[in-house]
């Protein structure tokens, strides 16, 4: 038998006998008593309940903390510091993931970096050391976000803030 008919064939049969099988995280539904059920007119499956996604995140060099230090010596370039992922607990539909920094300044969140999932529903985002005022490496702490738009019936997501400090040579 052909698997991707598999749950088609389970919900006419269900419909036939009058029970309800759950298949793939959605339930059809037994037909109602007054309701005479042939073979011609079987409903197909029903779609999936839809589930909230959930995000995890994880640096690219192992550190296990979200907040951390970053100093100069030790990573003297944008390239040069770790990447932060953000996995998302389904690939689809692809979210976009923006990191943001609070400005004090301006008293609210700015933009930092985004980046849309691919298609294992990961998205890479990355710190910039040089993205402060003045011209050299920031040299300070800063409280960041992640932030995962909205899109396709899914809510947005925020992180609760963190902190990351950048310390001058």
């Known amino acids: 038998m052909n698997r991707t008919r598999l749950p088609a064939v389970l919900a006419t049969a269900a419909l036939l006998i009058g029970t309800a099988v759950v298949s793939g995280g959605g339930a059809v539904a037994a037909p109602a008593p007054e309701r005479a059920v042939t073979v011609a007119a079987a409903a197909p499956a029903a779609a999936p309940a839809a589930t909230r996604q959930s995000a995890k995140w994880y640096w690219s060099d192992g550190y296990r903390y979200l907040t951390r ?89 925020k992180s609760n803030k963190f902190r990351i400090t950048f310390v001058a040579a």
């Not at 932060?84 to 609070?102: F, G, N």
């Not at 004090?104 to 849309?116: H, I, P």
Request: glycine letters at 8%; one cysteine or more.
């Open 69 to 157: 230090t970053f100093r100069e010596w030790k990573y003297p370039t944008r390239a040069s510091l770790p990447k932060l992922y953000v996995k998302m607990s389904s690939s689809y539909p692809a979210r976009k993931v923006v990191l943001e920094y609070w400005d004090n300044s301006d008293n609210r969140w700015e933009r930092e970096s985004s980046q849309w999932t691919n298609g294992k529903g990961i998205a890479t985002v990355r710190f910039d050391p040089y993205n402060c005022t003045g011209a050299g490496y920031c040299d300070g702490f800063w409280y960041y976000r992640l932030r995962i738009l909205a899109g396709s019936g899914q809510g947005e997501l």
